[in-house]
Nanobody, 125 residues
Framework: QLQASGGGLVQAGGSLRLSCAAS????????MAWFRRPPGKEREFVVG????????YYADSVKGRFTISRDNAKNTLYLQMNSLKPEDTAVYYC????????????????????WGQGTQVTVSS
């Protein structure tokens, strides 16, 4: 089970930190990621991280503003979002995959095995 939290309302230029805690039945995590669904749009990839090693990969739209991190001991994923823009407004979802994905597979939602419930982020102009 994945539990996302930390969303809210913030003004443009502000910051938020999202968390995603994995709990319940133990499962092996190879990769985790954040996706988002802007209003009226499809779910899109934001950022992902390999659980072992910590290598990360970002969507161009968030590079330099968002930072993904994880705490292996706590099985928790974080997303630090700075310099937020109105176009960052979306429901943010965390996802986990038991297998390592490569190339374009890392960016596809249907490659991930587990999903959190989503947390709303609203950025006002």
């Amino acid at each position: 089970q994945l539990q996302a939290s930390g969303g809210g309302l913030v003004q443009a230029g502000g910051s938020l930190r999202l968390s995603c805690a994995a709990s319940g039945r133990a499962f092996s995590i190879a990769m985790m990621a954040w996706f988002r669904r802007p209003p009226g749009k499809e779910r899109e990839f934001v950022v992902g991280i390999r659980w072992s090693g910590g290598s990360s990969y970002y969507a161009d739209s968030v590079k330099g503003r968002f930072t993904i991190s994880r705490d292996n001991a706590k099985n928790t994923l974080y997303l630090q979002m700075n310099s937020l823009k109105p176009e960052d407004t979306a429901v943010y979802y965390c996802a986990a995959d038991q297998d390592v994905q490569y190339g374009s597979s890392r960016y596809r939602p249907n490659e991930y095995d587990y999903w959190g419930q989503g947390t709303q982020v609203t950025v006002s102009s």
